[in-house]
């Protein structure tokens, strides 16, 4: 049996750090399912034996899957006259697709805006009742159907396995998908809740016309091989029969309110990176000490995850609190959000901020400082301590990270609530006292953590000054 996760973020409600085992029954194999899905599709022979079926479907074609009522005499009378509810899923078969689905199906999505990955061809299937796919996941469909009725759904997959795969040279190989079924009687509140089956299979899609091609690739390989080796694997089955697999996650059932899904999620992004402006801010952002505390709850670690754009993962840590979410490692946190968010959540919950490429530190020098100095180096033979008078020069700290001499002149002008437009030149004081004018080599020259004193100096022409580092 096949754990599945589903493209959505409702797969954050799975253990995802362990392979999970399947709740099945460990009879399951002599037990008469109470369904049967049958996809009219046939399956690859280039399979081994005791591997699971894989079925080649082409993008966009219309595929019957027959919902056969499989119950003995007597069994689960209950549903006997009345509706049930199956849920239509394709999911990520590999794990390491799964654990990277946001980044996927957003990806997929701004790709082909409007479009579907799953939908059903509602003029072809017969005996479905009240069908509905909902707009925020791409990859889901659902439908009432009555059991002693003959019932055929006919989906149609949009997107393609290779779609999905690193592209290199071309050629690659396509990922697998699952479509996986749950079916659910109603509950005494009339909602369909009570699980009933759930059964799944191997598919990969191609390309118009591309599934048959590959069919008859794998069949004339076949067809080369020894009689010896072609006992290795099963045959070619002219359909598809879906195997009983672990249901689906309680939670994907409920709606109780719109779920953040991705066209939510990358509003809230975008909101995020608009927010970052301070032209376009309503209210004061969070201040630079926004680190996440061990005591901090869940409800308070979602709304930092909001803040500090991290809007598509708040599913995932519903329930995480802030000492939660510090005892993940690095490795965890990759493995959960991708590579990108990964590393830029690891950082985020480190309180980990960006080192600045040059510090320097400037003090300014003024007029009484000037001669205290000067006294102190008349006095200087005359007593030895002359600098235990108190007197000293207070630094401040100037980051720089394009290490230009327009950003050092904005970062002096901050410093010390000028205009930049008030300094006109800077200068650095050289050997014998010459000024030399300071340029952007020269500040990518500077040694990290060099100390300066501010100089001022009137400019000739106007109501600027000339700045001199000493």
Same mark, same amino acid.
């Given at each position: 049996?096949?754990?599945?996760?589903?493209?959505?973020?409702?797969?954050?409600?799975?253990? !995802?750090? /362990?392979?999970?085992?399947?709740?099945?029954?460990?009879?399951?194999?002599?037990?008469?399912?109470?369904?049967?899905?049958?996809? @009219?599709?046939?399956?690859?022979?280039?399979?081994?034996?005791?591997?699971?079926?894989?079925?080649?479907?082409?993008?966009?074609?219309?595929? #019957?899957?027959?919902?056969?009522?499989?119950?003995?005499?007597?069994?689960?009378? +209950?549903?006997?006259?009345?509706?049930?509810?199956?849920?239509?899923?394709?999911?990520?078969?590999?794990?390491?697709?799964?654990?990277? #689905?946001?980044?996927?199906?957003?990806?997929?999505?701004?790709?082909?805006?409007?479009? &579907?990955?799953?939908?059903?061809?509602?003029?072809?299937?017969?005996?479905?009742?009240?069908?509905? *796919?909902?707009?925020?996941?791409?990859?889901?469909?659902?439908?009432?159907?009555?059991?002693?009725?003959?019932?055929?759904?006919? !989906?149609?997959?949009?997107?393609?396995?290779? =779609?999905?795969?690193? &592209?290199?040279?071309?050629?690659?190989?396509?990922?697998?998908?699952?479509?996986?079924?749950?079916?659910?009687?109603?509950?005494?509140?009339?909602?369909?809740?009570?699980?009933?089956?759930?059964?799944? @299979?191997?598919?990969?899609?191609?390309?118009?016309?591309? *599934?048959?091609?590959?069919? /008859?690739?794998?069949?004339?390989?076949?067809?080369?091989?020894?009689?010896?080796?072609? +006992?290795?694997?099963?045959?070619?089955?002219?359909?598809?029969?879906?195997?009983?697999?672990?249901?689906?996650?309680?939670?994907?059932?409920?709606?109780?309110?719109?779920?953040?899904?991705?066209?939510?999620?990358?509003?809230?992004?975008?909101?995020?990176?608009?927010?970052?402006?301070?032209?376009?801010?309503?209210?004061?952002?969070?201040?630079?000490?926004?680190?996440?505390?061990?005591?901090?709850?869940?409800?308070?670690?979602?709304?930092?995850?909001?803040?500090? &754009?991290?809007?598509?993962?708040?599913?995932?840590?519903?329930?995480?609190?802030?000492?939660?979410?510090?005892?993940?490692?690095?490795?965890?946190?990759?493995?959960? @959000?991708?590579?990108?968010?990964?590393?830029?959540?690891?950082? *985020?919950?480190?309180? &980990?901020?960006?080192?600045?490429?040059?510090?320097?530190?400037? @003090?300014?020098?003024?007029?009484?400082?000037?001669?205290?100095?000067?006294?102190?180096?008349?006095?200087?033979?005359?007593? +030895?301590?002359?600098?235990?008078?108190?007197?000293?020069?207070?630094?401040?700290?100037?980051?720089? #990270?394009?290490?230009?001499?327009? =950003?050092?002149? =904005? /970062?002096?002008?901050?410093?010390?609530?000028?205009?930049?437009?008030?300094?006109?030149?800077?200068?650095?004081?050289?050997?014998?006292? !010459?000024?030399?004018? !300071?340029?952007?080599?020269?500040?990518?020259?500077?040694?990290?953590?060099?100390?300066?004193?501010?100089?001022?100096?009137? *400019?000739?022409?106007?109501?600027?000054?000339?700045?001199?580092? /000493?």
């Amino acid at each position: 049996m096949y754990s599945v996760y589903l493209f959505n973020s409702d797969v954050l409600a799975l253990p !995802i750090f /362990k392979q999970e085992e399947s709740s099945l029954p460990p009879d399951n194999e002599n037990k008469i399912l109470p369904f049967q899905y049958v996809l @009219c599709a046939a399956t690859s022979p280039a399979v081994k034996l005791h591997d699971e079926t894989l079925t080649y479907l082409n993008q966009g074609q219309s595929y #019957e899957i027959r919902m056969l009522d499989n119950r003995k005499l007597g069994e689960l009378p +209950e549903i006997n006259g009345k509706l049930v509810k199956s849920i239509f899923r394709v999911v990520f078969h590999d794990r390491r697709l799964q654990y990277t #689905e946001h980044q996927q199906l957003e990806g997929w999505r701004w790709n082909r805006p409007g479009d &579907r990955i799953l939908d059903i061809d509602i003029p072809m299937s017969v005996g479905i009742i009240d069908p509905r *796919a909902n707009p925020t996941q791409l990859n889901t469909v659902e439908f009432l159907w009555d059991p002693a009725k003959r019932t055929s759904v006919f !989906i149609q997959v949009h997107c393609i396995s290779t =779609e999905f795969t690193m &592209r290199k040279h071309g050629g690659e190989k396509g990922v697998p998908f699952r479509v996986q079924i749950d079916t659910f009687k109603e509950n005494e509140n009339g909602e369909y809740t009570e699980h009933l089956h759930s059964a799944s @299979c191997q598919i990969k899609v191609f390309k118009p016309k591309g *599934a048959d091609r590959k069919q /008859k690739t794998d069949r004339e390989k076949m067809e080369k091989r020894t009689p010896h080796e072609k +006992e290795k694997y099963q045959p070619s089955y002219e359909t598809t029969i879906l195997t009983e697999c672990s249901p689906w996650p309680e939670i994907t059932y409920v709606n109780n309110s719109p779920s953040p899904g991705f066209n939510s999620s990358h509003s809230s992004f975008s909101l995020g990176e608009g927010n970052g402006s301070p032209n376009h801010q309503p209210e004061p952002p969070p201040p630079v000490t926004d680190n996440l505390l061990p005591t901090t709850t869940p409800q308070e670690a979602q709304q930092w995850l909001h803040r500090n &754009r991290f809007s598509t993962f708040t599913r995932l840590f519903t329930n995480f609190s802030g000492a939660d979410l510090l005892k993940l490692t690095r490795d965890d946190v990759i493995q959960i @959000c991708g590579p990108a968010d990964g590393i830029r959540l690891f950082n *985020a919950l480190k309180g &980990r901020m960006v080192r600045p490429r040059l510090t320097i530190y400037v @003090c300014q020098e003024s007029l009484q400082l000037r001669e205290q100095q000067q006294q102190q180096q008349q006095q200087q033979q005359k007593h +030895e301590d002359g600098d235990s008078n108190g007197s000293f020069f207070v630094y401040h700290a100037i980051y720089l #990270e394009e290490l230009t001499a327009v =950003e050092l002149t =904005e /970062k002096i002008a901050q410093l010390f609530s000028i205009s930049p437009r008030q300094i006109s030149q800077i200068y650095k004081q050289g050997p014998t006292g !010459i000024h030399v004018l !300071i340029s952007d080599e020269m500040i990518q020259n500077f040694q990290e953590e060099a100390c300066f004193i501010l100089d001022t100096m009137k *400019a000739e022409t106007n109501d600027s000054y000339h700045i001199i580092l /000493k």
